[in-house]
T-cell receptor, first 114, second 116 residues
Framework: EAGVVQSPRYKIIEKKQPVAFWCNPISGHNTLYWYRQNLGQGPELLIRYENEEAVDDSQLPKDRFSAERLKGVDSTLKIQPAELGDSAVYLC????????????FGPGTRLTVT | AQTVTQSQPEMSVQEAETVTLSCTYDTSENNYYLFWYKQPPSRQMILVIRQEAYKQQNATENRFSVNFQKAAKSFSLKISDSQLGDTAMYFCAFMKHEDSNYQLIWGAGTKLIIKP
């Protein structure tokens, strides 16, 4: 069974440019998470989806970040425009349900904004 | 608000030795879950072990075991017979049990290096 798939793995952009990250969760997993992980820190939740509904986006900087999960399967996280401080690893994770004990993580996208 | 503290930014031990990573947390909740996740270099985060707060028995998964001290709000991870493949960042995390939020609260991580 395939794990959580993310693309691209690495992205380098100039500030003020847009960027998008894609995530395909494990088949059948209803809950999808986007995290941001800064160097030397634990992940920080940006948004959580239950099927296609965003049920927790309180930590998402909505002035520049947007996300969607069409049809409750794969998801896209977008930043427009990117700032230097957005440089981080963006992790996608999925779980069978929100109350599932285990979250399965993708390999992440390392974003560098210059 | 819940917080998770990992006081050891980095540790290193020789292969085959036993190492203990510490984690403390702060909560007023009685029912919750605690987790240790492992993030190898350039590889994805995986769950190592979990503990339900209502269980008194410490969780064990092969060479990994925890020392859960609920009153002290301490949750340490012991790795026995350490192997080179154990080199990774280790994150302690907390989740409330009865909360529709189901949000994981993460520590800052401990970088563990296993030396040959």
């Amino acid at each position: 069974e395939a794990g959580v798939v993310q693309s691209p793995r690495y992205k380098i952009i100039e500030k003020k440019q847009p960027v998008a990250f894609w995530c395909n969760p494990i088949s059948g997993h209803n809950t999808l998470y986007w995290y941001r992980q800064n160097l030397g820190q634990g992940p920080e939740l940006l948004i959580r989806y239950e099927n296609e509904e965003a049920v927790d986006d309180s930590q998402l900087p909505k002035d520049r970040f947007s996300a969607e999960r069409l049809k409750g399967v794969d998801s896209t996280l977008k930043i427009q425009p990117a700032e230097l401080g957005d440089s981080a690893v963006y992790l996608c994770a999925s779980s069978l349900y929100a109350y599932s004990y285990e979250q399965y993580f993708g390999p992440g996208t390392r974003l560098t904004v210059t | 608000a819940q917080t998770v503290t990992q006081s050891q930014p980095e540790m290193s031990v020789q292969e085959a030795e036993t190492v203990t990573l510490s984690c403390t947390y702060d909560t007023s909740e009685n029912n919750y879950y605690l987790f240790w996740y492992k993030q190898p270099p350039s590889r994805q985060m995986i769950l190592v072990i979990r503990q339900e707060a209502y269980k008194q028995q410490n969780a064990t998964e092969n060479r990994f075991s925890v020392n859960f001290q609920k009153a002290a709000k301490s949750f340490s991870l012991k790795i026995s017979d350490s192997q080179l493949g154990d080199t990774a960042m280790y994150f302690c995390a907390f989740m409330k049990h009865e909360d529709s939020n189901y949000q994981l609260i993460w520590g800052a991580g401990t970088k563990l290096i296993i030396k040959p």
